[in-house]
């Protein structure tokens, strides 16, 4: 799972590479190689024999910007695939882009006629690229032009390393990491060379072409060099081939079929517009639901899965929200064991009203948990939603969620009393696996999704374990899709919990990816060293991140980790420390010096090493954080922490 999120983010990596506002404008050498202007350089055959997933480029229309046109599925497959040629080209001629303008035009008619031959649209090149997106021009990433340009920038050792690591077969997953581990290093360096740090997605892309076309002795071709590094689409070679020799036969029987499926459907319509919404509504009025759960359904996303609970059947599943299957208190409410009437095991949660919670915040719930999957996620099976009638006392709304039966990770860290069945200490395997699941969720959240999902409020009570105690994230009432125009803005309702909040974002609002950064990192913090976030009972206030940041200054950071995981003697303890430092560096205060999720999983895995932590400034414990007072924004405490609000 951790190789197809990494794949993910070099596929859009990539393709932001090729986008000709970014990527296209490569710095001349000297003097280039000479090619033959009239002709193109390498054989577009390859079109024909790659497997790629050309579905999303059937019936295609161009929009009517030429901006949109270029970010459809299909063009940005038909860049992957064109970024073959380019790296056959570099392989060549050594050079990273085509030598001129005509070279150009002439690649993107080769391009287009391989693309016609199987049966695609013939003005997709034209609707999705311009010729002057390929062509060299000055300035982009340290002045690389050639191979050798390449060579004199990176240097030999550097060069070698990545030689070394890409050469082999891409197909295997731990190469395929190692190769990518290898290439950020390459890559940071170009930008430093480069000096602006706008152009590290165009030295990537770099970084692509030289693997693709230098380094991996299979060639660009393969299956190795498609999956890992161009991350094509890629379908079996026998699926698209089989397609292809069939596509005549699939129109005639869909001409023959056509006018018994229209009528078909048309019954199908007619029976649910008039049967089956007659019935649903009758239900809703039973179940006191009425038409407030209509309207709610209205605005939710179709095809979501998602089941609408009659209010009946959550009353019987959970013996009427007897105490008995209280099982604690979430974000905004109150979670129930329930049993479904076909035995399944579901907890309910009962959303309390709330400034913050109202309608919209429900539905947001809703959409965003609805269309996550992920192993390290809560799955959501449905909601219920009773307005007025004879349940009136019950008003409000229902998630009814997959039963994760171990609880929270804060059970297990801060059992209540000694008595407490989870009152037995972790192992540092547990923890290990633990913090690797919640750093996995975010990384699906950050990457795996567009827009991205932040999720603002990551602490060990959203953190559940299953039967295997295995951490799956919980509780996105609090997430926010971000702006997909811009990764950081600021949002002037600031909502979370003290001690796990980003300076940046409790102070001036800033919200980032970093924000759940700082949060996973405090965190880590907690499992590895088996103290709270935050304890206000003491005098001074004790604030995690300072004690573990000044046990770190005064080199004694193995004192800071819970003393009951030691068992193991020093086996583990060179893993453990590394794990405290990635959790010191994901709560650093300054959000620049912070990694992003997915480098604090590869610091964490042993991909990368972990950097020297970066100094900060005065620590802000008792001045963000004691007494309750969060510069003027009000709270609300109870034994899960305090949130805090507007």
């Known amino acids: 799972m951790r190789s197809m999120s990494i794949s993910v983010v070099l596929v859009f990596i990539f393709v932001v590479s090729l986008d000709p506002v970014f990527s296209l404008n490569l710095a001349p050498s000297p003097s280039p190689p000479s090619t033959n202007e009239s002709t193109c350089p390498v054989s577009m055959k390859y079109v024909q024999t790659v497997a790629w997933n050309s579905s999303s480029c059937h019936n295609f229309q161009p929009l009517q910007s030429k901006k949109d046109t270029h970010e459809t599925i299909c063009c940005q497959n038909l860049l992957y695939l064109f970024g073959i040629a380019l ?44 010729p002057s997106e390929f062509v060299i021009t000055p300035n982009l990433c340290a002045q690389i032009q050639t ?28 190469q395929c990491r190692k190769c990518m581990a290898e290439g950020d290093k390459v890559q940071q360096i170009l930008v430093s060379i480069d000096g602006n740090p706008s152009h590290s997605q165009d030295c990537f892309y770099f970084l692509v072409l030289y693997i ?58 007619w029976y649910y517009t008039r049967w089956v919404k007659r019935k649903k509504f009758e239900n809703l009025l039973d179940s006191g639901g009425g038409p407030e759960e209509l309207r709610f359904n209205q605005r939710l996303r179709p095809n979501t899965g998602l089941i609408w609970f009659k209010f009946e059947d959550l009353v019987k599943a959970t013996n009427n929200f007897s105490a008995e299957n209280f099982i604690g208190r979430g974000g905004f409410g109150t979670v129930y064991k329930g049993t479904l009437p076909d035995c399944k095991i579901v907890a309910v949660k009962r959303i309390e009203e709330s400034d913050y919670q109202g309608d919209a915040d429900f539905c947001r719930e809703v959409e965003i948990v609805s269309s996550l999957k992920h192993r390290n996620l809560v799955q ?32 297990h860290l801060f059992p209540t009393t000694m008595d407490d069945p989870n009152a037995v200490k972790l192992t540092w395997p547990q923890r290990k696996n633990i913090i690797l699941d919640v750093a996995n969720a975010l990384v699906y959240l950050h990457y795996g999704v567009k827009p991205a999902i932040y999720h603002r409020d990551i602490k060990p009570t959203n953190i559940l374990l299953d039967a295997g105690m295995r951490a799956k994230v919980a509780d996105f009432g609090l997430a926010k899709q971000s702006n997909t125009e811009n990764k950081s803005f600021l949002n002037t309702r600031i909502v979370g919990t003290h001690g796990y909040l980003a300076p940046e974002y409790a102070l001036y609002g800033q919200l980032t990816e970093k924000t759940d950064v700082y949060s996973f990192g405090v965190v880590v913090l907690e499992v590895m060293c088996g103290r709270k976030a935050l304890e206000l009972s003491g005098a001074p206030t004790f604030l995690l991140t300072d ?97 805090i609000h507007p």
């Open 547 to 643: 004690w573990v940041w000044a046990l770190m200054k005064s080199g004694h950071i193995e004192e800071a980790l819970d003393p009951s995981m030691l068992i193991d003697g020093n086996s583990t303890r060179n893993i453990m420390e590394r794990f405290l430092l990635v959790g010191i560096l994901s709560c650093h205060v300054l959000v620049a010096s912070r990694p992003t999720i997915l480098e604090a999983l590869k610091m964490l895995e042993g991909d990368i090493e972990v950097p020297p932590i970066p100094d900060r400034p005065m620590t802000l414990g008792n001045y963000m954080f004691s007494k309750g007072d969060c510069l003027g924004m009000s709270s609300d405490c109870d034994v899960n922490g305090c949130r």
């Open 87 to 130: 790296a056959e080209n570099l392989k060549k001629n050594s050079l990273f882009q085509l030598h001129n303008l005509s070279t150009s035009i002439s690649c993107l008619q080769d391009f287009q006629s391989n693309i016609s031959s199987i049966s695609l649209s013939n003005n997709l090149v034209n609707s999705c690229f311009e």
């Open 147 to 174: 191979k050798q340009d390449w060579v004199n920038r990176v240097g030999s050792a550097n060069t070698e390393l990545v030689n070394s690591a890409c050469a082999t077969d891409l197909t295997d997953v731990a």
């Open 212 to 269: 693709a076309g230098v380094v991996n002795r299979f060639g660009p071709q393969s299956q190795g060099v498609l999956s890992c590094i161009f991350t094509l689409l890629v379908s079996s070679h026998e699926d698209s081939r089989e397609e292809h020799d069939h596509h005549v036969l699939v129109i005639a029987l869909a001409a023959s079929f056509g006018l018994f499926l229209f009528i078909l459907l048309g019954l199908c319509f």
């Open 380 to 411: 959501l099976r449905g909601c219920c939603v009773v307005d007025e009638g004879e349940n009136s006392e019950y008003k409000g709304r229902y998630l009814v969620l997959e039963y994760i039966p171990n609880g929270s990770l804060k059970d």
